[in-house]
Structure formats: C-alpha cells, structure tokens
C-alpha cells in the first residue's frame, strides 16, 4: 500500500484505545480545532501555509511508532534499551499526506530548528524501516522541521515534493544542505543533542511527575539520535564510494562508531537516579 492509503487507515485517538495517534484526518479539521488553543498559535499559523497550498491535505498527529528490533540497522546500533520500550513510544509530531494526480506523498515535520531537523530524519529512518506496516513507502515520504524562520523553505520543498513531483532523495538532500553546512555538522549536533540530554537527566526527572514515561522519552532521544547517525551516514553513497572507495563494510564501520559515540545512560541507572530524586 502507498503512504496516503496507510496513513488514512490509522485510527486516533477520538476512536478510543485503539488509536495510535491524537488526531488523524482532514488538516483543515484539525486547525479548527487548534485555533484558539493556547500554545499552539505558531503550529497553526505555520499549518495554515500548508492548508493554502491543498485544502485537501490530511494530517495525523502524534503518531506513535514501533521499534522494530530484528531490522538489521537496529541490531547493529546494539541500543538495547530501546527494545525493552513500551510499543507506541516512538513518537512522530506531524505527518501531512495528501494524494496528487495517480502519487501519494507526505511529510514529517517536528516544531523547531535544526535540532528537530535531525529528529525527523530519525523519525523517517524508524518509519521507513523494513517489515513494518509502512515498508515501501521510503520514496514516499520527506522529513522537515518547521518553524517562523524557515516557513518559506519547508513551503518550496512541499511544493517541489508534493506538486512538482520531484524525487524524495533530491528534495531531502537540498533540504540537508540548506539547513546544514555539511553532513559533519549534523552528526554533531546530534551528539551534542545527547550529551545535553544525559547533562539534563536529574534536573528533567526531578520535574516529572511520571518518572516512567520521562525515562521512555529519554531512552526513544537517544535511540532516534542513534538511529539517525547511522543510517544517515550508511544512506550517504559519496561516503561509500569517495571516503571508503567502496569498502561497505569499511562504511558500516564508521556508521557504528558514529552511533555508539551517542552516549547514554542505562535503563536500569535512570531509574536509580528517579528514586533518588523523587
């Protein structure tokens, strides 16, 4: 199945436990609904640009993913942790799909910078995984962040993806060098991204009331940083041909040591610094 025939299938939350997102269906719908919520005036200011380009666009909301641990990049990345996660709680903030013409398409887009940048394209290598209930449709699908700043490129990529037809890969990588300088500069941040979450962990904890869900969300970070440091690096054919003359295995080997330098702090450590700060 293509991506807008799977998307519209997905029931939320409004159908009871069975839902696995908050909502899904028309975005003209779901901006009604956020449109004098407080706190969401920048969502709905920034999804009113895409409602403009489609009036036919969907969204799904929150959408809660699952990890699937026999996917070979996963058993590889070796992040334990991440398998012993209740299902569902991988969560992607935003998909828009819609249908053009005889395609489907659809967008993941997370609230924020560069650093939600690297998180949808995590979110799109946990989505587009082998053997999941989304398999097939990688070419279907891009990853963005969206914000004030950076409205008018999410819209031209949109308009190029959706509209134009162009191909995933293209708009993806010039989404990659206009947000970035280098596909160097993205795998640091990602690992500044981790080590400033552990840097976090008992102040963040402290805070939470539901220490178990707290602990979930940093186990899910620090398997979406990882997941994207490798597969990222693996999905970069100038690697594999310019830096490693096509040696993949000489790749892959450098994938894990980007991966494994994503550090973390065990499950079973986190949930002692939870009693200690309870």
């Known amino acids: 199945m293509a991506i807008y025939d799977i998307l519209s299938e997905v029931q939320d939350a409004r159908e009871g436990n069975t839902g696995i997102c908050e909502f ?6 779901y901006l ?8 969401k005036e920048e969502v709905y200011t920034l999804l009113s640009k895409l409602f403009e380009k489609d009036c036919n666009l969907k969204i799904c909301v929150g959408l809660r993913l699952n990890i699937n641990k026999d996917a070979i990049a996963n058993q590889i990345i070796r992040y334990k942790d991440a398998f012993k996660l209740p299902k569902g709680s991988i969560v992607c903030p935003y998909v828009v799909y819609g249908k053009f013409d005889d395609v489907q398409k659809a967008i993941i887009l997370a609230l924020g910078d560069k650093e939600e940048y690297v998180k949808a394209k995590a979110l799109y290598y946990v989505m587009s995984e082998p053997e999941n209930e989304y398999e097939g449709t990688r070419n279907e699908i891009i990853a963005d962040c969206m ?8 819209l031209q990529a949109v308009d190029s993806f959706f509209f134009q037809n162009s191909k995933a890969g293209i708009v993806q990588r010039n989404l990659d060098s206009k947000m970035f300088e280098s596909y160097a500069e993205m795998y640091d941040l ?5 080590k400033e979450q552990e840097a976090s962990l008992r102040e963040t904890l402290a805070a939470s009331e539901n220490k ?3 602990i979930n969300t940093f186990i899910a970070n620090w398997f979406l940083l990882k997941k994207f440091s490798y597969v990222q690096y693996m999905m970069d054919k100038n690697n594999l041909n310019a830096v490693h003359e096509g040696n993949v295995k000489r790749q892959r080997q450098v994938a894990k040591e980007k991966s494994d330098a994503i550090g973390f702090v065990s ?12």
């Open 190 to 194: 990602a690992n500044q991204m981790g």
């Open 147 to 154: 914000n004030e700043e950076n409205v008018e490129l999410m």
């Open 24 to 29: 899904n269906g028309f975005l003209e719908d």
């Open 212 to 214: 178990e869900a707290c």
């Open 267 to 278: 499950f079973s450590e986190l949930w002692k610094l939870a009693k200690e700060v309870r």
């Open 32 to 39: 009604s609904t956020i449109e004098t919520v407080e706190g």
